[in-house]
Each structure stands twice: as C-alpha cells, then as structure tokens.
C-alpha cells in the first residue's frame, strides 16, 4: 500500500515535470511560435538563435537582424521615437476604452465625462492616463525632433525622413489639439476658441479651413462631431500610416545615423 | 572553296559567312581541311583540290599497341572507371557520345580515358559512324584531342565585377538586436508606464464646469503647446503672429532645414553655428510658452506667479 503510495506519487511527479516540455513539443504551440522562437523547445542562445529570433518574428517588420552597436545605448537616442511610438499606442487602448462611455454630442458630451469618476470602474484613471499621456507624446515628439537635430541625424540620406516627421509632429499636435475639445468643459470650449481663432488668420485660406474644421463660423455641437471623427478616425489613420512610411525610411535610409 | 561555301550555307541554312568561320574552326580544331568539313555539311564529295593539309593530329598509334591491342571493350571501360573513379557505366556512355562527335572510335577514347595505349582496331568501331567525309578516314582514327593551343569555347564578353556588385559601405560594429536591443526597449517601455501610471494617480486631469458659450473665462488660454504662438499674437499683428511664424518658419523652415544646413558634418564641433541657431529656436519657444503658460492672467496681462497665482488649467488639479 505504501509502496503503491510513493508510486503514484513518483508518477505524478514525473507528468507535472515533463508536461511544459512535451508541451513546447506540441502541434499546437509548434504551430503558434515560428521555428527560431525561443519560446520553442531546442532554442539555443546562439547568434544563429539570436537571428533567427527577429528574423521569424513579426518584430522584424520593425528591426533588423542586427543593429549597430552605439545606436543600443540608450544614451544615443534616449529611446524617443520608440517612447512615441509606444505612447501612440498607449493612447489608441487608453482611448478605445474611453469611447465605449463617450458620446460627441452638446448634450451628453460634459456628462459622460464626469461619470467617468462616478459610474465607471478604472474610469478616472484611464481618463488621467489618456490625458497625460496625449501631453507625454506631444513632449517626447519634440525631444525627439531635437534629439535627431543635435546629432545631424536629417543629413542625407535621411533629409525626406525629417519631412515625415515634421508631418507626425504636426498629425500629434492635431490629435491633441482635436482631443482637447471632447470634454467640452469651459477650458475645452475656449482653449479650442483661441486656438482655431489663430487659424483663421491665415490668408486666403484661412477662412475657408477654420469653417471646414469647425462645421461653421464658431464651435457648436456640429464642431464636437466633427473633432470627435477626426480624433477617433481620421488623424489616427493618417498617422500610422505616416508612421509606417517613418520607420521603414529608418530601416532604408541605413538605420540610426552615427556614431557622431 | 567559294562554291562549297554557298552550298554549305544552303544546306544549313545558316548565312556563308557564319559557315565560313565555323567551318574554319572546327577544322582547326579536328585537324582537319576546311573543305572536308563544309564538305560534310554541304553533302558533297570532297573536292581533291589542294592536298589536305597534314592532320596535326598525333600519330595513330596503332603501331605499338602491346597492352591496349588486347583489351576488349569492357576490358578498356573498367580500367577508365578506375582511373577516374566513375563508374565504367557512366564512362561508356560519355565515350560513345565523345567518340561519335568526334568521329574516332570508342575504344580509342577509353583507352586515353584510361591512359593506356590505343588499341588498334580493325574496322573503325561500329559505334563511331564517323563524319562522313572521305579525309576523315585519315585523320579520324587518331584521336584528335583539340590541338595545342585551340579553344573549343569562346569569349563572349568580358563582365567586370564591379558592374554587377558595388561594395560602398564599410564594416561597422553591430550587434543581435535581440536580446540588446529589445531589452533596452522593453526597460524603456516598463518605465515609462510606471511613470505614466504614477502621475495618473497623483494628478487628476481638469474637468471645469460644462461649456458655456455665454461665459468667457478671463484669461482664455490655448492648450499649452499653442501658448508660445498664443504669447507672440501679443506682441505682433496676427498675420504675422498667428500665420508668418508658425506656418512659415515653424513648419515650411523645419522641414527645410536639411536642404538649408548643407554642412555633411555631424560633430558637434564642426556644425557649431546650426546648433546655435537650433538652440536659439528652442529657447525662444520654451521662453514663449513659459511666459504664455505662467506669467499671463486676466486680459492676458502679465502676472507674477508667486504674487497672482498661475492661470494655467492644465495643471488645475496639481496647483491646487
Ligand atoms: C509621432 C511621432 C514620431 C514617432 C513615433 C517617431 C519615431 C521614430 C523612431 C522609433 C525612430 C528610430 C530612432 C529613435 O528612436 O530615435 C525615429 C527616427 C527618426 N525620426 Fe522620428 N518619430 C516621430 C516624429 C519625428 C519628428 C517630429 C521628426 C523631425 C522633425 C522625426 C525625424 C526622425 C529622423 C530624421 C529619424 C532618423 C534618426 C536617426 O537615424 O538617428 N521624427 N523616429
């Protein structure tokens, strides 16, 4: 009896100890990680490993193989491109939890702010991340923009990047300034006033975009769609797409310049 | 010659000249005349014009044949495959192919293959229905390894290396983006979420009352990257604060500044005047924004912080 005790028990043992390697062995996780994973059994850290590991990897759609050695330290670009790659995306999940209580309209736009504190649970703090974090990005575009200006880094062949990313520093003040509106308190309704009232100063066309944006003359509820659509959609769309193009220039205009 | 050209031509259907030359050819490099092969490709008897002219060819050696004279075919094959280390099947077929091209006997090519001395043979070999051309009986049975200094290939072009690949960069110091680079990355990510979700905890964004077309706070103020342009409209006419500046030197300058700064240093030491100018940019704005964002109140007058209090909404929750 005691004997047939301290087998089983050995038997269990040996199942729980070699279950997470016949289960890297499986089809099914074989068939979610591509070989050279290393989460696949027989992975050595090897630099054939290492390769393989970007290469059969979605990551490579963002890096190469292999990266120059002082653009890994982190004191070269201080990560700000990555850090506003990564706040974009913060942003987009921060934000689609925000639309699920939103609605753009002069009547429940105030309220479904404030039972944001009230009635949802996390609300406060997904409204404060959205917030600071739109801020953070707005931050880190701009030191990054410094960033590749010290080091020369738009000196060709990379000037055309620098053009992209003047239009994404651009598209991120849109995105905010556009997201600045929704809440529509007082200080939405009238930092939005004087900023599109700047706008307007612009010859020729300036009349004609103020109206284009604002739905009309002034802000009104139309105005609140209208940002609303170009702050959920339409700027977002537009600037990974810019992104993309970003990125992949990096990639083809010979990676991070330098050293200096 | 002339005539037998022509014909050749007509019966190939290739143009004379090309017939010509390739008939020169090959007849150099059979050893045999020029006529004998148009001859041959012509169809026709060979002229007895002009004595052939002596084959270069080595002389048959059918005379002293002691060892190869008695080997039989198979004999000559399996004694080929030793030598090369191919098996004899392979060898009889590439001697009878080489043999038939070449119009000489499959024995006599064996026999080189295998180094032995050709084995005289009564009739040629059965095997080798050797060109059809009469002076072919002289020169054929000897075989005829390409004389020397004859190529059977030809150059067609020269193609220099660096047409095809151009090698321009140098080699530089690089490393696995894994695990270097991503662990870098990821370190970054954690902390900037720490630090995101630390100032969501402490700090509340702003919500005033509900939007009030009636009520204009005093001061209204543009969302804080816009206060430096704000700051300007004070100072200048709006075309030039609100369009001139930010449209023209803010964006069209920015992005012109590579096809300005045509200066292809990096070092900081040796750009030092568009690192000045840059800086200058940079704190002529934050100065802008600086004084737009805490040192303006009511009516956009200018306010000391530590005396009025800072109009600064943004920041509401954290003031207070
Ligand atoms: C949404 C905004 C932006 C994102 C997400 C972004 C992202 C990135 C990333 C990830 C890199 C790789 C190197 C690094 O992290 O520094 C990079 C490089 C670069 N970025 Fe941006 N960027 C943005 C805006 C800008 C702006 C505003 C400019 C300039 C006006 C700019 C110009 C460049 C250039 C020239 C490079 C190449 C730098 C080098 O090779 O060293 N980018 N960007």
């Given at each position: 009896m005691a004997d047939d005790k301290a087998g089983l028990l050995e038997r269990v043992r040996e199942s729980v100890t070699t279950a997470p390697s016949k289960m890297r062995k499986s089809q099914f996780w074989e068939s979610v990680f591509r070989p050279g994973s290393p989460f696949r059994a027989g992975y050595t850290d090897s630099p054939r490993g290492r390769s393989y590991v970007i290469m059969n990897n979605v990551l490579y759609h963002l890096h190469p193989v292999k990266v120059k050695r002082h653009g890994v330290r982190l004191s070269y670009t201080l990560c700000l491109g990555g850090l506003s790659f990564f706040l974009f995306i913060v942003l987009t999940i921060t934000g689609i939890f925000l639309m699920f209580y939103y609605t753009p309209s002069e009547e429940r736009a105030y309220a479904d702010i404030e039972a944001l504190a009230t009635s949802v649970t996390f609300g406060t703090l997904i409204r404060n991340m959205h917030r600071w974090g739109a801020h953070l990005m707005v931050l880190t575009v701009f030191l990054h923009m410094s960033r590749v200006f010290y080091h020369g880094a738009y000196k060709p062949p990379r000037e055309f990047n620098w053009i992209i990313g003047v239009v994404l520093l651009l598209l991120t003040l849109l995105l905010s300034f556009t997201g600045y509106l929704l809440p529509w308190d007082q200080l939405a309704l009238w930092a939005i006033t004087v900023g599109s009232n700047m706008g307007a100063f612009a010859p020729v066309i300036g009349n004609q975009v103020s109206y284009v944006l604002l739905a009309g003359v002034q802000i009104s509820g139309a105005t609140l769609l209208r940002f609303y659509v170009l702050h959920v959609l339409f700027l977002p769309f537009v600037i990974v797409i810019f992104m993309a193009v970003h990125f992949w220039r990096v990639r083809k205009d010979g990676g991070i310049s330098g050293p200096l | 010659m002339e005539e037998l050209i022509a014909q050749a031509a007509a019966a190939t259907g290739y143009p004379a000249s090309m017939v010509e030359r390739s008939a020169a050819a090959r007849a150099k490099a059979e050893g045999t005349t020029i006529e004998a092969v148009l001859a041959g490709w012509a169809g026709v008897e060979v002229p007895a014009a002009g004595a052939p002219a002596p084959a270069p060819a080595q002389a048959p050696a059918a005379s002293a044949a002691p060892a190869g004279a008695s080997m039989s075919l198979d004999d000559l094959a399996s004694a080929a495959a030793e030598k090369s280390g191919m098996p004899a099947k392979l060898l009889m077929r590439s001697a009878t192919a080489k043999a038939k091209a070449q119009g000489v006997a499959v024995e006599a090519v064996l026999a080189e293959m295998a180094g032995v001395p050709v084995p005289t043979i009564g009739a040629p070999a059965a095997a080798a229905p050797a060109t059809a051309a009469a002076p072919a009986a002289a020169a054929a049975p000897?075989?005829?390894?390409?004389?020397?200094?004859?190529?059977?290939?030809?150059?067609?072009t020269v193609v220099k290396s660096k047409a095809i690949q151009q090698v321009k960069t140098e080699p530089v110091d690089k490393v696995n983006t894994w695990p270097h680079l991503v662990a870098a990355e990821f370190v970054a990510l954690m902390a900037m979420t720490a630090f995101l979700l630390v100032l969501s905890v402490i700090i509340n964004a702003p919500l005033l009352e509900a939007a009030n077309f009636n009520l204009t706070p005093n001061p209204s103020k543009a969302p804080w990257y816009f206060l430096g342009l704000q700051e300007l409209l004070s100072y200048f006419d709006p075309q030039i604060?609100?369009?001139?500046?930010?449209?023209?030197?803010g964006l069209v300058g920015l992005g012109a500044i590579p096809y300005i700064d045509r200066n292809p240093a990096t070092r900081p030491s040796e750009r030092k005047f568009a690192i000045m100018m840059f800086t200058f940019f940079l704190m002529g704005a934050a100065t802008l924004g600086i004084i737009g964002s805490f040192f303006r109140g009511p009516g956009f007058n200018f306010t000391y912080p530590w005396t009025d209090g800072v109009f600064f909404d943004d920041l509401l929750d954290w003031l207070e």
């Amino acid at each position: 009896m005691a004997d047939d005790k301290a087998g089983l028990l050995e038997r269990v043992r040996e199942s729980v100890t070699t279950a997470p390697s016949k289960m890297r062995k499986s089809q099914f996780w074989e068939s979610v990680f591509r070989p050279g994973s290393p989460f696949r059994a027989g992975y050595t850290d090897s630099p054939r490993g290492r390769s393989y590991v970007i290469m059969n990897n979605v990551l490579y759609h963002l890096h190469p193989v292999k990266v120059k050695r002082h653009g890994v330290r982190l004191s070269y670009t201080l990560c700000l491109g990555g850090l506003s790659f990564f706040l974009f995306i913060v942003l987009t999940i921060t934000g689609i939890f925000l639309m699920f209580y939103y609605t753009p309209s002069e009547e429940r736009a105030y309220a479904d702010i404030e039972a944001l504190a009230t009635s949802v649970t996390f609300g406060t703090l997904i409204r404060n991340m959205h917030r600071w974090g739109a801020h953070l990005m707005v931050l880190t575009v701009f030191l990054h923009m410094s960033r590749v200006f010290y080091h020369g880094a738009y000196k060709p062949p990379r000037e055309f990047n620098w053009i992209i990313g003047v239009v994404l520093l651009l598209l991120t003040l849109l995105l905010s300034f556009t997201g600045y509106l929704l809440p529509w308190d007082q200080l939405a309704l009238w930092a939005i006033t004087v900023g599109s009232n700047m706008g307007a100063f612009a010859p020729v066309i300036g009349n004609q975009v103020s109206y284009v944006l604002l739905a009309g003359v002034q802000i009104s509820g139309a105005t609140l769609l209208r940002f609303y659509v170009l702050h959920v959609l339409f700027l977002p769309f537009v600037i990974v797409i810019f992104m993309a193009v970003h990125f992949w220039r990096v990639r083809k205009d010979g990676g991070i310049s330098g050293p200096l | 010659m002339e005539e037998l050209i022509a014909q050749a031509a007509a019966a190939t259907g290739y143009p004379a000249s090309m017939v010509e030359r390739s008939a020169a050819a090959r007849a150099k490099a059979e050893g045999t005349t020029i006529e004998a092969v148009l001859a041959g490709w012509a169809g026709v008897e060979v002229p007895a014009a002009g004595a052939p002219a002596p084959a270069p060819a080595q002389a048959p050696a059918a005379s002293a044949a002691p060892a190869g004279a008695s080997m039989s075919l198979d004999d000559l094959a399996s004694a080929a495959a030793e030598k090369s280390g191919m098996p004899a099947k392979l060898l009889m077929r590439s001697a009878t192919a080489k043999a038939k091209a070449q119009g000489v006997a499959v024995e006599a090519v064996l026999a080189e293959m295998a180094g032995v001395p050709v084995p005289t043979i009564g009739a040629p070999a059965a095997a080798a229905p050797a060109t059809a051309a009469a002076p072919a009986a002289a020169a054929a049975p000897a075989m005829a390894p390409a004389p020397e200094g004859v190529r059977t290939q030809r150059l067609l072009t020269v193609v220099k290396s660096k047409a095809i690949q151009q090698v321009k960069t140098e080699p530089v110091d690089k490393v696995n983006t894994w695990p270097h680079l991503v662990a870098a990355e990821f370190v970054a990510l954690m902390a900037m979420t720490a630090f995101l979700l630390v100032l969501s905890v402490i700090i509340n964004a702003p919500l005033l009352e509900a939007a009030n077309f009636n009520l204009t706070p005093n001061p209204s103020k543009a969302p804080w990257y816009f206060l430096g342009l704000q700051e300007l409209l004070s100072y200048f006419d709006p075309q030039i604060a609100g369009v001139l500046i930010p449209g023209l030197i803010g964006l069209v300058g920015l992005g012109a500044i590579p096809y300005i700064d045509r200066n292809p240093a990096t070092r900081p030491s040796e750009r030092k005047f568009a690192i000045m100018m840059f800086t200058f940019f940079l704190m002529g704005a934050a100065t802008l924004g600086i004084i737009g964002s805490f040192f303006r109140g009511p009516g956009f007058n200018f306010t000391y912080p530590w005396t009025d209090g800072v109009f600064f909404d943004d920041l509401l929750d954290w003031l207070e």
